[in-house]
């Protein structure tokens, strides 16, 4: 995320509207923060405002938190919604968690728990590693990818097709520990495309979208079509041609999420 990055944080309750800006600023200074206290709000500071990261609590006064999660996916793709409830057990036994959300926060855990939750998400670009399999059928567009996220400390695997990919990846287990993202032209040679290794990865291996995130690029400008990638397993997109930053931003912020949540598996 950007120095000028903005936070949207959704709230009844103005005390915890404050006490999580103050969090936020506390992590990144110079972050903007845009505070509301009904989804009707938020989803009127999101249709005038870019925002990076959504904070919400679970219940506001017109509707339940996770219609904000519901608009985004619809319209903004991958933009990163944050859920704090205080049922969050009682979400998962009852199979009621959103897939449009990205994560759960108990507020059990307190603001010491949202702070070490945050840091994992806005702490600097500059710390952010990873391992990316990679597949991409053009030679000439791999070498100058693979070169640009080299650049910014990221290691790169590179297959031309999806039965490449598949090889590496016979087990959950092996792509588990060998990569962090996956990044692949949506269209491949051989009649491929990326809807063969987002299934086999989403069904096959049984990794979701926080333990295998997958970054498509696509060419096509059908909003439809967009959404369906998106329905099939996708992370997030970018469109053709690349927008450089915009390829090594999405990338970075993906493997950071990843990261943080497989430390925090291994805490639990």
């Known amino acids: 995320m950007s120095e000028s990055q903005k936070v949207l944080i959704a709230d009844s309750s103005k005390l915890a509207r404050k006490l999580t800006e103050k969090l936020v600023k506390k992590i990144r200074p110079y972050t903007d923060v845009i505070a509301v206290d009904t989804v009707e709000q938020a989803i009127a500071k999101l249709q005038e405002y870019r925002v990076d ?10 509707d339940d938190g996770t219609k904000i ?7 903004l793709h991958y933009l990163p919604v944050i859920i704090v409830s205080g049922d969050v057990d009682a979400r998962v036994q009852e199979r009621v968690m959103s897939s449009d959300v990205t994560d759960y926060i108990d507020k059990a855990a307190g603001q010491k728990g949202l702070e070490i939750f945050l840091q994992g998400l806005l702490r600097p670009d500059d710390q952010i590693n990873g391992k990316i399999l990679y597949i ?7 070498h100058a990818t693979k070169k640009l996220l080299q650049n910014h400390n990221l290691e790169i695997t590179h297959k031309l097709s999806v039965t490449e990919a598949k090889e590496v990846i016979p087990t ?10 996956v990044l692949t032209d949506y269209y491949l040679k051989n009649n491929e495309t990326a809807v063969e290794i987002l299934e086999y990865v ?11 995130p997958f970054v498509i690029m696509t060419g096509d400008e059908n909003t439809e079509n967009q959404k369906q990638i998106l329905n099939q397993g996708a992370n997030d997109l970018i469109g053709k041609p690349v927008n450089q930053e915009a390829l090594v931003k999405k990338i970075k912020f993906q493997i950071r999420f990843t990261q943080f949540h497989r430390n925090k598996s291994k805490q639990e």
């Open 172 to 181: 959950k287990d092996s792509a588990y520990d060998k990569f962090e993202l």
């Open 69 to 75: 999660c519901q608009y985004v996916r619809e319209n």
């Open 53 to 62: 990261l959504i904070i919400s609590a679970l219940r506001l006064p017109d």
């Open 202 to 212: 989403r069904n096959d291996l049984g990794l979701d979208k926080i333990e295998m």
């Open 136 to 142: 991409e059928d053009s030679a000439v567009v791999a």
